[in-house]
């Protein structure tokens, strides 16, 4: 548990980026399930899809920001594939070695 300063300090800077003054309501609790998504948070997720209920967000638009995290999702995996394949090329040709 985090000491009362702490948490204070923790809970003012949630309370920042919940309830900002750059994006609406509903876009700012979106991005936050789509973070919540990508970070594989189910009580956060839980807590942000009963959010996004109360406040009339659509299955639609929550299938959209789904789709956006699965893309991005997808996206990494291609790229660290991508990466894996260039480093095991360099291996072969004696460029690097793996230190597990």
């Not at 399930?33 to 942000?48: I, R, S």
């Amino acid at each position: 548990m985090l000491p009362l300063d702490q948490k204070k300090t923790w809970d003012d800077f949630y309370d920042s980026a919940r309830h900002n003054e750059v994006l609406g309501e509903k876009e700012t609790l979106l991005v936050h399930l789509a973070a919540a998504m990508a970070l594989g948070c189910y009580p956060c997720m839980q807590h942000y899809l009963g959010a996004a209920r109360e406040l009339g967000v659509s299955g639609s638009e929550i299938g959209a920001v789904q789709a956006c995290v699965m893309a991005v999702a997808g996206g990494k995996v291609n790229a660290e594939l991508r990466e894996a394949a260039a480093r095991s090329r360099a291996s072969a040709a004696g460029e690097g070695s793996c230190d597990c």
